[in-house]
């Protein structure tokens, strides 16, 4: 079997673990055996003990050359032909194994091309970065036509080194699935009648919480049947908690955490909402689809990949709270538009989102490199 080793900054719940699990469970059906080398600190990190061929248990944050030098090590020990690095932070231990590991190739997903965030200084300087990274890269995959578009226009990859292998899911997962309406609403306090707004992503800033949750106060004096259900965690709960607090919306929100019955709550939402500033390829987005639940989303990188405005859901501006307060106040009141919609993207998401799909254009990729 070929040999490769996977890289990731962490193992906590989120897009690129899941993304690497999904690959694990689909390795040795195409010949491969992959190693995982990560740290010990979220939910998938038994999850991968369990699918891969091994794991390096390895600390990366913050960056560390004697981690670099340890992973270097098991690469020549074992004998790994091609690392695959997943997330920016992933990148720059794979990248440089290329010059102290000769004849190894490199792969390296991007997951994301998120650079406004810094300051201007260490904008400059990540890019600089980059830009000697990708001198040391084989192969560039992006999850969306979007992502590789930006990628590009920011010299981080080229043209003819760069493929897009968009994210997949299980959809027979979301299919026939029963839902006790009454017991959810109860557990999460909301009222028999109420109209759920939900979504699903980590409590950090470039998830758009704020706009939302803004808009969320707009929305609820028009319609006040409705509710907010956020579920997810992350390093801005305190910030979301606070604004919550601040809008006096206490009655309305409910904080569920993170979660793992997410085909369950996508059949209780009435509306599924992406607030994101920016996206890689979001697995919430895909997943509401295939459950036929209706989507309102911004119109960012990611999501307006998936999501077709006037076809198979709705598209707002990002970082607009009116805009989306007003899409989602006409959403309450058109379901049978919303169902029309929601049939459209099950479709879409059946022809060219599977898991099955992934896997197959991933592996190939890998064949066609070594």
């Given at each position: 079997m070929k040999k490769i080793l996977y890289i990731a900054i962490s193992?906590?719940?989120?897009?690129?673990?899941?993304?690497?699990?999904?690959?694990l469970r689909h390795a040795k059906e195409y010949g491969y055996k992959v190693t995982v080398a990560v740290p010990d600190d979220g939910d998938y990190y038994p999850w991968f003990k369990e699918q891969a061929a091994d794991i390096l248990k390895v600390d990366l944050k913050p960056y560390s050359f004697r981690s670099l030098w340890k992973i270097r090590n098991y690469i020549r020990k074992n004998k790994i032909m091609l690392v695959h690095s997943h997330g920016k932070g992933a990148g720059m231990y794979a990248r440089p194994l290329k010059l102290l590991c000769p004849g190894l190739k490199v792969v390296h997903t991007?997951?994301?091309?998120?650079?406004?965030?810094?300051?201007?200084?260490?904008?400059?300087?990540?890019?600089?970065?980059?830009?000697?990274?990708?001198?040391w890269t084989d192969c560039f995959i992006c999850v969306s036509k979007s992502e590789r578009k930006e990628a590009i226009r920011l010299g981080f990859a080229d043209r003819k080194r760069t493929k897009i292998i968009q994210n997949g899911v299980d959809c027979q997962s979301y299919q026939h699935i029963s839902v006790n309406r009454e017991h959810y609403l109860e557990k999460f306090g909301f009222p028999r009648d109420a109209y759920i707004i939900g979504c699903i992503a980590r409590l950090e800033q470039v998830k758009g919480h704020h706009?939302?949750?803004?808009?969320?106060?707009?929305?609820?004096?028009?319609?006040p049947q409705c509710r907010l259900l956020l579920v997810g965690d992350g390093p801005d709960?305190?910030?979301?908690?606070?604004?919550?607090?601040?809008l006096g919306l206490e009655e309305f929100v409910c904080l569920a955490g993170f979660r793992h019955d997410v085909p369950q709550l996508l059949k209780l939402f009435n509306v599924f909402v992406s607030a994101s500033l920016k996206e890689g390829m979001p697995y919430t987005l895909i997943e509401a689809l295939a459950a036929e639940t209706p989507v309102v989303a911004t119109d960012v990188i990611g999501n307006r990949d998936l999501i077709k405005k006037g076809k198979n859901g709705f598209l707002v501006p990002a970082e607009n709270a009116d805009e989306?307060?007003?899409?989602?106040?006409?959403?309450?009141?058109?379901?049978?538009?919303?169902?029309?919609?929601?049939?459209?993207?099950?479709?879409?998401v059946q022809a060219f989102f599977t898991e099955d799909r992934f896997a197959e254009k991933l592996f190939h990729v890998y064949g066609e490199i070594l």
């Amino acid at each position: 079997m070929k040999k490769i080793l996977y890289i990731a900054i962490s193992s906590q719940t989120g897009g690129v673990p899941r993304h690497i699990l999904q690959a694990l469970r689909h390795a040795k059906e195409y010949g491969y055996k992959v190693t995982v080398a990560v740290p010990d600190d979220g939910d998938y990190y038994p999850w991968f003990k369990e699918q891969a061929a091994d794991i390096l248990k390895v600390d990366l944050k913050p960056y560390s050359f004697r981690s670099l030098w340890k992973i270097r090590n098991y690469i020549r020990k074992n004998k790994i032909m091609l690392v695959h690095s997943h997330g920016k932070g992933a990148g720059m231990y794979a990248r440089p194994l290329k010059l102290l590991c000769p004849g190894l190739k490199v792969v390296h997903t991007f997951h994301g091309v998120h650079i406004e965030a810094y300051k201007t200084l260490l904008r400059i300087f990540y890019c600089q970065i980059e830009h000697i990274l990708k001198l040391w890269t084989d192969c560039f995959i992006c999850v969306s036509k979007s992502e590789r578009k930006e990628a590009i226009r920011l010299g981080f990859a080229d043209r003819k080194r760069t493929k897009i292998i968009q994210n997949g899911v299980d959809c027979q997962s979301y299919q026939h699935i029963s839902v006790n309406r009454e017991h959810y609403l109860e557990k999460f306090g909301f009222p028999r009648d109420a109209y759920i707004i939900g979504c699903i992503a980590r409590l950090e800033q470039v998830k758009g919480h704020h706009y939302l949750l803004a808009a969320f106060a707009r929305l609820i004096k028009k319609a006040p049947q409705c509710r907010l259900l956020l579920v997810g965690d992350g390093p801005d709960r305190k910030k979301v908690e606070a604004q919550i607090q601040e809008l006096g919306l206490e009655e309305f929100v409910c904080l569920a955490g993170f979660r793992h019955d997410v085909p369950q709550l996508l059949k209780l939402f009435n509306v599924f909402v992406s607030a994101s500033l920016k996206e890689g390829m979001p697995y919430t987005l895909i997943e509401a689809l295939a459950a036929e639940t209706p989507v309102v989303a911004t119109d960012v990188i990611g999501n307006r990949d998936l999501i077709k405005k006037g076809k198979n859901g709705f598209l707002v501006p990002a970082e607009n709270a009116d805009e989306l307060a007003e899409t989602l106040y006409m959403v309450i009141n058109n379901p049978d538009l919303c169902k029309k919609y929601s049939k459209q993207g099950k479709k879409m998401v059946q022809a060219f989102f599977t898991e099955d799909r992934f896997a197959e254009k991933l592996f190939h990729v890998y064949g066609e490199i070594l």
